[in-house]
């Protein structure tokens, strides 16, 4: 096992924007990090860096406490899952999995066995003569799992890998990828835009914003305490919900009545998770309008209109029956808010009036 340390890298290409920006990070060894953010925030560059295929501009790169900054891909000790499977349509699955110990000139005596292991452990010893075109998608990705795990490298990095697969295999292959890092005791980086599985399969997420790093956190931290708005916007199926604030009386805006919290001073938004908030017949909490229903069959996602905010989205369990127009009271604990400055920035939670 390995870890790695990024030291201040930054990457300048010919435009005037950095692609990335400083970016700071210790990966512990073994462990499962995922590098998330929407498509231009720098986190593909940043694996490319790690990998050798890129060279940064600025900044130190350690694997294991070895400088590698200036080293190319072949001495760095990686494997590297791609997007697109690369595998080789005149070469057999055998042949695909085997290239690198091949092009590497590795010892032909330990092939077999390497060859054995790997295929057993990926479900492949039935699909050892079979060529790419005569693979499924999963099977495909697999090969390249594969070729990847033969080389015994101690760090793996993927760049998007489950990308072309449809819904039920890349939840298929989200179990199967984890359960492969944590059997073999790899560190693995793993870039993705998809929330989903950033949070079911990360140790640590990285979550990355223009070429930053927002926030470096655990999945359940991330999503229970974002440290920005992006944050909290980013990470969430329907995304946490941010209200505005009046300035003068730290309430809800557009709505002058008592609300069940206090906002800290330089709070502009409050943000609640839509789980968090309930609605109620009762006339208490806050009083809002139904704007529309999405029915998902578990669970009903009602959106609202307080205030002067619209949009306002609550999870309800089954499927909530209202008509747009009906007036509803939202009720939270004051345990589940979080309050925002101007800047975006997460302010502590106030006390509670």
Known sequence: MSSIALEAISKQYDSAQPAVRDISLTV???????????????????????????????????????????????????????????????????????????????????????????????GLESLLDRKPSQLSGGQQQRVALGRAVISEAPVCLMDEPLSNLDAQLRQEMRREIRALQQSLGITMIYVTHDQTEAMSMADQVVLMNGGRIEQHDTPDRLYGRPATEFAARF??????????????????SGYGGNTCMTAPAGASRLGLRPEH????????????????????????????????????????????????????????????????DASGAALRPSAII
């Open 28 to 122: 512990e060894a073994g462990s499962f990090t995922v590098l998330l953010g929407p498509s231009g925030c720098g986190k593909s560059t940043t694996l490319r860096m790690i990998a050798g295929l890129e060279s940064p501009t600025g900044g130190r790169i350690r694997i294991d406490g070895r400088d590698v900054t200036g080293l190319p891909p072949r001495e760095r000790r990686i494997a590297m899952v791609f997007q697109s499977y690369a595998l080789f349509p005149h070469l057999s699955v055998r042949e695909n999995i085997l290239f690198g110990l091949k092009v590497r000139k590795e010892a032909r005596a330990t092939h077999a066995e390497r060859l054995a292991r790997t295929a057993r452990l990926l």
């Open 235 to 252: 990470i969430g199926t329907p995304p946490m919900n941010l209200l505005d604030l009046d300035p003068a009386t730290g309430r809800i």
């Open 277 to 340: 908030i309930e609605l109620t017949d009762e006339d208490t909490g806050l009083p809002g309008k139904v704007e529309s229903i999405e029915y998902f069959g578990a669970d009903s996602i009602v959106l609202c209109r307080f205030g002067s905010n619209s949009g306002v989205a609550v999870r309800s369990n089954g499927h909530y029956r209202a008509c747009p127009g009906t007036p509803v009271n939202a009720v939270w604990r004051p345990a589940h808010q979080r309050f925002f």
